[in-house]
């Protein structure tokens, strides 16, 4: 037995399968949705058939090298702007009200600690306090932030105290944001400023039937009544649920937090950096270690974002990403004017302390966090950055195109579907905006809707957020031309994707008019009924709507929708040179690869990028062996390096006959006979081959060398194949 999947059970022990995963005889393992103990719940997969095998194999043998109990946990506050967040977070770090009411309003998301016991015995717990701004166009940024492992208080007030131009939002929305990002997270409703007015039990918008929050409580922040029994519950909870927190983490994973922690002021460690001081402090497995520190909020990391560095400082980085939306920096106002949409060379009065190297880096973040996307899509690399294009969705403008009532009345082969979700937040119809903006021609996006091609059929489609006043939870699609089943078929996919953890209830129609429920239509299909009832409560007939049910199969790894937020693909080049050519060489080569990075994704690496004390060998070898372009220096001193020669060149030549990689020589001096060997056969550069010295302007060699780098780096970006 090589796959095992646990998922969705009582689980809450995994030992007798921990044997089976040590020693690798399980290679495929899910067991997400389980009340597991002892492990931290981050290495445990955030949806049905992740795999974790590999994540607890690493986190068991490390914890085996010895181990500390985690006593860090998350305490997450949510809701619109002006209902006593800030307040309530005063009272339970202080214990007390605040002297004075707290009028400054929460902008962006602030961190707050507080050390706490469970019990009068003990453990003491360290709470982690996030107080998330509540204005609208903060929302899409703090889906970066929302962690599954954390107990959410969920605020709501009757008539709270709100600026009109802050667009306000249900309970229900709030909800929807938090089950569809940390699903499984416990939700308390918290009722606050019941000294102004307490009439009503309960938001009047939420359905009735079982309650989805774990305990609904009501205080007043401002005078410090019922903040105890916030406080108490939440204490509560985590004695209720010890696999949240009661767990041992590896001792050199502490160790490397702490190490992190001094180092908070770099703001930012290459990941290369990262493994080598996992390797310092004994870490073994750096993979799962920055996973867990990513997942539980420690740092921020994603593979490709901010040229594959670990965001240390998230502070630095969320007020990076605020600047944009932050009413008192004057930004947000110009973007929204000018309808979500700006150019890198404006980048530069958004963040003027930062270069354009840096500036390149937010965006890249921006958009591999589905924050924003690039309007040229595949082609930014061809564009220098200041004249590439990127737009906000949060910032668009509310009104539709013109295009949208050129739409008008229903065609013929049109199909219409309503996805209807027992609450829905924004963020899907964002979602869906980032993944199909580059599949929109005519560039027909706005704030609730895109129009876009399926380019395989042809078939066009239109989704739309809340399209009727009375639909506040849906998103439509409209379906025009050819390919229709198809075309439906990869849209539900997507949603699956975006959505994963509720399905929508599926109303279809034919005119735009007749709206009948899927679920209807199949079980008059099944029972011979001809006729079904409308949601307007029409009879209408079935058979016209069998169309529906007559849909392709998609193969399980047929890609949907091109994902612009996905791993972003780098070029990684190592370069390799004797030591001797050091200086001026190896510099003057990094200025080229520092010119090239700033228009294109690549990441270079130098042996003195090691630190010292390190394996330097396996570092080598390993970077040697990642990278897609090898430049070797070729000079007599290199020829005359055994390792650079035997190793480093060999390993090169070796990687390109297997197809994966290539060699570059760069012809720094003049060198007898090295043509003569085996790297001789790979065209050098620059070109003419000549070495620096029989150039009459040391400029245009390196200027010849970097354009050849360019080409290579080009063209490994427009493969198909490329990763």
Request: proline letters at 8%; hydrophobic letters at 40%.
């Amino acid at each position: 037995m090589t796959t095992l999947d646990c998922g969705g059970n009582q689980l809450t022990d995994l030992a007798v399968i921990k044997p089976a995963v040590l020693n690798g005889h399980i290679q495929n393992l899910s067991v997400f949705n389980n009340p597991v103990l002892g492990i931290p719940r981050e290495l445990l997969g955030t949806a049905n058939l992740d795999n974790v095998a590999s994540p607890l194999q690493e986190n068991w043998l490390d914890v085996a090298q010895g181990s500390a109990p985690n006593r860090d946990v998350k305490v997450l506050l949510v809701e619109n702007g002006c209902v006593g967040k800030s307040t309530l977070a005063h009272g339970l770090r202080m214990g007390a009200a605040p002297l004075a009411p707290i009028g400054q309003r929460t902008h962006a998301i602030e961190i707050e600690i507080l050390e706490t016991p469970l019990t009068s015995e003990g453990p003491t717990l360290k709470w982690h306090l996030w107080d998330f701004g509540g204005q609208e166009l903060y929302h899409a940024a703090h889906r970066l932030f929302l962690h599954h492992q954390a107990v959410f208080l969920l605020l709501w007030a009757e008539e709270p105290d709100e600026a009109p131009a802050d667009v306000r939002h249900p309970v229900s929305y709030w909800l929807s944001f938090i089950q569809d990002l940390s699903s499984g997270s416990p939700v308390l409703l918290v009722k606050n400023q019941i000294d102004r007015l307490d009439q009503i039990p309960r938001p009047p918008d939420l359905p009735e039937g079982p309650s989805p929050f774990y305990q609904e409580l009501k205080m007043s922040a401002l005078r410090y009544q019922g903040v105890e029994t916030v406080k108490e519950a939440i204490r509560d909870y985590f004695r209720e649920h010890p696999e949240k927190w009661a767990f041992d983490l590896p001792s050199s994973w502490l160790r490397l937090r702490e190490v992190l922690e001094q180092r908070r002021d770099e703001r930012m460690l290459p990941r290369a950096h990262f493994v080598q001081l996992c390797l310092q402090h004994d870490v073994r497995h750096p993979k799962t270690a920055l996973k867990y520190l990513h997942e539980s909020g420690f740092c921020f990391y994603r593979e490709g974002v901010f040229q594959d560095q670990v965001i240390l400082d998230r502070n630095w980085m969320i007020e990076l990403v605020y600047r944009l939306f932050d009413p008192r920096q004057g930004i947000r106002e110009v973007l929204a004017h000018q309808h979500g949409l700006f150019f890198g060379k404006e980048t530069q009065r958004y963040w003027p302390d930062h270069d354009e190297c840096d500036r390149e880096m937010i965006l890249q973040f921006l958009t591999g966090s589905r924050m924003a996307f690039a309007v040229d899509g595949d082609r930014q690399w061809d564009i220098p950055f200041e004249e590439r294009s990127f737009v906000l969705p949060a910032l668009l403008p509310a009104d539709p195109p013109l295009s949208v009532d050129i739409w008008g009345a229903p065609q013929p082969n049109e199909w219409w579907v309503d996805c209807t979700y027992p609450f829905l937040h924004r963020g899907l119809i964002e979602a869906i905006i980032v993944r199909t903006a580059q599949l929109s021609p005519k560039r027909e996006w706005w704030r609730n809707g895109v129009i876009f091609l399926n380019e395989k059929t042809g078939c066009q489609v239109m989704a739309q957020y809340a399209p009727e006043a009375d639909l506040p939870s849906t998103i439509r699609f409209r379906f025009r031309g050819k390919g229709r089943p198809q075309t439906l078929v990869k849209v539900q996919r997507l949603l699956n994707e975006l959505h994963p953890h509720r399905q929508p209830d599926l109303w279809v129609s034919l005119d735009g008019k007749y709206f009948v429920a899927l679920a209807v239509l199949e079980q008059a299909r099944q029972t011979g009924k001809p006729q079904v009832i409308s949601r307007a409560q029409d009879i209408v007939e079935g058979r016209p709507y069998h169309g529906f049910f007559q849909l392709p199969e998609l193969d399980t790894d047929q890609e949907v929708f091109p994902d612009p937020s996905g791993q972003t693909r780098r070029v990684r080049i190592f370069i390799s040179y004797a030591h001797k050519d050091e200086d001026p060489y190896l510099e003057r080569m990094k200025v080229c690869l520092k010119n090239l990075r700033r228009r294109f994704p690549i990441e270079f690496w130098e042996d003195r990028q090691l630190f010292a004390g390190e394996p330097w060998e396996a570092e080598i070898l390993q970077q040697l062996e990642q990278a897609d372009l090898v430049c070797l220096l070729i000079s007599p001193d290199f020829i005359a390096s055994d390792y650079c020669f035997s190793k480093e060149m060999e390993r090169a030549l070796l990687k390109y006959e297997q197809g994966r990689g290539l060699p570059v020589p760069i012809l720094i001096r003049d060198t007898s006979d090295w043509a003569q060997f085996p790297i001789g056969k790979h065209q050098a550069l620059p070109t003419p081959a000549k070495p620096l010295a029989q150039w009459s302007d040391p400029d245009e060699f390196w200027s010849s060398v970097q354009s050849g780098l360019r080409q290579q780096v080009e063209r490994l970006l427009n493969e198909k194949s490329f990763q």
